[in-house]
């Protein structure tokens, strides 16, 4: 039987009172989301928390709203409103698309946008989305708000900005014209973390592509921005051998590691193809040429 | 500490750890062992439960976060002797064999039904994916969630004429 070590847990009833928490409790506590990556840990001692602060009564941090210029998402958004959401269908369907493919429906109705984020597992799709998609996170603490590049928040293999005192509040995307995006993974059955995904979106102007975002899931220590491949696209017009050339850079700059899912020459063939691929129908969305 | 957890209709107050895990407190509690305890890390299903009608891993889930919640497991299914129609389909579909995955099975695809009355074969698919079946290979229990959902839609037809 798996059991978590012994903790102090108490269930936030506003969220100034988890942030008072987190700040009084320092390094010994942790935020519980929806539980599905934090208790997994706990079970097998890789987490010990002394306090546990449970977030899951602050439906104020559970909503994905239209706001003019960007849209919001609150940390507590559980995986099956992101799969459910009209509104991120149409502005980012790499949303749903990477959902369908997240966990199974049953631990979707639990996990949760922040703590997809927080976990910083490279395995991990959402963090691959939101990269993809130039999402920022806004983190709260005692002395206000800051808010941070998806870059900036992933600072190693299961670590992350936040810092003591501090709490994930919301992920903010900004709605650009001429859009389009697409999730591509692998995985060895149903439900399954990836053997290699690929985010990739793409904003169209003119014919040519004004700018590009690329994440890649599970093909290194943490989720990797493909910024040499973005570099590449801009400012150039679609095209087969330029998908193709950002699925060679993904191949070349990603550093995957043999286990159980798979060798490390195979996991850099399922970047370059799965990059070519997700870029292959983000742009053909931006050109509203799906098929 | 104390917490108090409505299980199919009825609060049930223990003084818990937190660290008790919400399959145990209902199998140890109330002794509802019909839910089951199978793989510990969230991947088999067979400690599915609905909370406030939802499926949820039981043994991915703190006891003590289920304070203020609804918990329904597959004791509250038959009803003064009567089975629920899912549980009358996994019988005329044959779709058990150990029925150690069945529980689950059956709450998967009563919340399903309560959403969906009339699923996909693809749907209902996607609503089990979360769970694993070890005997049965899971035709059988597609069907038994057809048959379901086709008699419970024949009854409410019936009702309606
Ligand atoms: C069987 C199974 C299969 C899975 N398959 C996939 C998959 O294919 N793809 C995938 O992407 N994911 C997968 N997951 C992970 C799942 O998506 C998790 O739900 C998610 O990673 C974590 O979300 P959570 O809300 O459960 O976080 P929790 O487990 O509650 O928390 C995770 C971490 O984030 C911290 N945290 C949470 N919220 C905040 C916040 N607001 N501010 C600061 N810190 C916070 C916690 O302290 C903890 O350290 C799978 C999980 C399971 C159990
Ligand atoms: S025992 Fe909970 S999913 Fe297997
Ligand atoms: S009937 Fe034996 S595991 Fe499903």
Redesign the interface.
């Known amino acids: ?9 108490e ?1 936030a009833t506003s969220v100034e009172g988890a942030i008072a928490s987190l700040e009084r409790l320092g390094s010994d506590a942790r935020i ?1 989301a929806g ?2 990556s934090l ?2 840990m ?2 097998l001692r890789l987490a010990n928390p002394e306090h ?1 602060i ?1 977030i ?1 009564d602050l439906h104020e941090l559970s909503y994905i709203r239209d706001e003019g210029e960007e849209i919001a998402i609150g940390a507590l958004t559980r995986h099956v409103e992101l799969l459910d959401s009209a509104l991120l269908a149409e502005w980012f369907p790499v949303f749903r698309e990477a959902e369908q493919v997240i ?5 979707r ?2 996990g949760t946008m922040g703590g997809s984020l927080c976990q910083a597992d490279a395995a991990e799709d959402l963090s691959a989305v939101a990269a993809a998609v130039k999402a920022k996170v806004v983190i709260r603490s005692t002395s206000g708000a800051r808010t941070i590049s998806m870059g900036e928040f992933h600072v190693g293999p299961y670590m992350t900005a936040v810092g003591e005192g501090e709490l994930v509040t919301e992920v903010r995307i900004p709605k650009r014209p001429g859009g389009g995006s697409a999730h591509e993974k692998v995985e060895r059955r ?2 399954d973390f990836a053997i290699a995904a690929v985010s990739a979106a793409v904003w169209i102007d003119g014919g040519t592509i004004a700018d590009a975002g690329i994440g890649l899931s599970a093909v290194g220590p943490i989720t990797i921005e493909l910024t040499r491949a973005e570099e590449l696209l801009r400012g150039r017009r679609p095209s087969e051998e330029l998908f193709a050339q950002a699925g060679a850079i993904a191949s070349e700059d990603c550093s995957p590691s043999a286990d159980g899912r798979g060798p490390a020459d195979y996991k850099r063939h399922l970047a370059g193809a799965l990059t070519k691929r997700a870029l292959r129908r983000a742009t053909a969305r931006a050109l509203h040429q799906e098929a | ?1 104390d917490v108090t957890i409505t299980i199919n209709g009825e609060p049930v107050t223990r003084d818990v ?3 008790l ?1 919400l399959v145990h407190f209902i199998r140890e509690t109330p002794g509802l062992t019909g839910t089951h305890w199978g793989c ?4 088999c ?1 067979a400690c ?1 439960v609905l909370m406030d009608g ?4 039981s043994c ?3 006891a ?2 289920c ?1 203020g919640h609804e918990i329904t497991t597959v004791e509250a299914l038959e009803v003064d002797g009567e089975l629920d129609p899912v549980q009358q389909g996994f019988h005329e579909k044959h779709a058990l064999q150990c029925g150690f995955c069945t529980p689950g099975m059956l709450m ?1 695809s009563r919340a399903l039904l309560d959403e969906n009355p009339d699923p996909s074969d693809l749907e209902i698919r ?2 089990i ?3 694993i079946c070890r005997c049965t290979g899971y035709q059988n229990i597609v069907a038994a969630v057809r048959w379901a959902a086709d008699h419970e839609a024949s009854t409410k037809q019936e009702a309606g004429a």
Request: proline letters at 11%; hydrophobic letters at 35%; aromatic letters at 4%.
């Open positions: 039987m798996q059991t978590p070590a012994p903790f102090e847990y269930r519980i539980g599905h208790l997994p706990m079970k546990l449970d899951n966990a199974d429906p049953v631990v109705n639990r149903a439900g | 500490m750890e937190p660290r895990l510990d890390t969230s991947n299903g599915v939802k499926p949820l891993k991915t889930t703190l003590v976060m304070e998967t996607t609503a994916s979360g769970q």
